[in-house]
T-cell receptor, first 114, second 115 residues
């Protein structure tokens, strides 16, 4: 079936460096994508979203890039801080309006080295 | 703090037992979603309620059921529990029945351990 996956289960970066977390999706009907951050013992926290009519969207220290041609999504975090250590999930909507259609990736564990 | 409240935070119970997880959505949100998160399956959608009515069903077992009350809080009932039901159960809410530009906000989760 359709699935969302992450290329790397663990990513280790130096504090202050930029980090890039990648996500491949396979459902060509998906037109809405979300990145979530999940810290240990907490629920997923919304970071940023993007619709398929855009290829880039920026937030505070984060940028999401969408390449629909190759069905690839990435999350860039600038100047990483210790508080950025968490598991990051991408999610796609499968072309559906409701959140019931969201498919989540397994997650990438981002580790910030001091 | 997302504004979504879940209780209990941790629960340990024996196989065959029944538990109820409770969720209070963000103030004003009409739609509640339940998700299960386990190490091998990731985050899986279980069921959605909107303003008291079931709106969508995902990979929810027949042993599980949910409801949303007039005050919009929701309960997830898990019965005949098995070891494999051990997981984190998240509740999430949105103002509307769909995303429509509104993201879903997750609670802190209820960690269920079946022994």
């Amino acid at each position: 079936g359709e699935s969302v996956g992450l290329h790397l289960p663990t990513l280790s970066v130096q504090e202050g460096d930029n980090s890039i977390i990648n996500c491949a999706y396979s459902n060509s009907a998906s037109d809405y994508f979300i990145w979530y951050k999940q810290e240990s013992g907490k629920g997923p926290q919304f970071i940023i979203d993007i619709r398929s009519n855009m290829d880039k969207r920026q937030g505070q220290r984060v940028t999401v890039l969408l390449n629909k041609t190759v069905k690839h999504l990435s999350l860039q975090i600038a100047a990483t801080q210790p508080g950025d250590s968490a598991v990051y999930f991408c999610a796609e909507n499968g072309g559906r309006i409701g959140a019931d259609g969201l498919t989540f990736g397994k997650g990438t564990h981002l580790i910030i080295q001091p | 703090d997302s504004g979504v409240t879940q209780t209990p935070k941790h629960l340990i119970t024996a196989t065959g037992q029944r538990v109820t997880l409770r969720c209070s959505p963000r103030s004003g949100d009409l739609s509640v979603y339940w998700y299960q998160q386990s190490l091998d399956q990731g985050l899986q959608f279980l069921i959605q309620y909107y303003n008291g009515e079931e709106r969508a069903k995902g990979n929810i077992l027949e042993r599980f059921s949910a409801q949303q009350f007039p005050d919009l809080h929701s309960e997830l009932n898990l019965s005949s529990l098995e070891l494999g039901d051990s997981a984190l159960y998240f509740c999430a809410s949105t103002p509307q029945s769909g995303l429509s530009g509104n993201t879903i906000y997750f609670g802190e989760g209820s960690w269920l351990t079946v022994v």
